[in-house]
């Protein structure tokens, strides 16, 4: 009896473990828009559906990192916070969480 409730144990805290690892990241609150194209309450790496010169418009409660590669490589070239809007040169851009 003792080792199924300690096998039991493993089991319930691995499965706690897990879904703690599926929580997903915070997005921030309110609207991005990259180039005309607008996302709401963004969390992670985006990719610029038109990528090149253009607009990032933040408004969002967060500041938004700015990458000249896709997928958020590379370091951020530059940050627009949280009001701002900056004509820059954006492939994919990460908000801050």
Not at 41 to 62: F, K, M, Q, W
Request: net charge negative; aromatic share 10%; with cysteine.
């Amino acid at each position: 009896m003792r080792r199924i409730a300690t096998a039991f144990g493993a089991v319930a805290a691995a499965g706690m473990f897990v879904l703690a690892a599926a929580t997903p990241a915070a997005a921030a609150n309110g609207t991005l828009i990259l180039n005309g194209a607008g996302f709401e309450n963004p969390s992670g790496c985006i990719n610029n559906p038109r990528p090149g010169p253009g607009l990032v418009e933040n408004y969002t409660d967060a500041p938004v990192y700015i990458y000249r590669w896709a997928d958020c490589q590379g370091g951020a070239a530059e940050v627009v916070q949280p009001g701002e809007v900056l004509h820059t040169f954006a492939v994919s851009v990460m908000p801050e969480w």
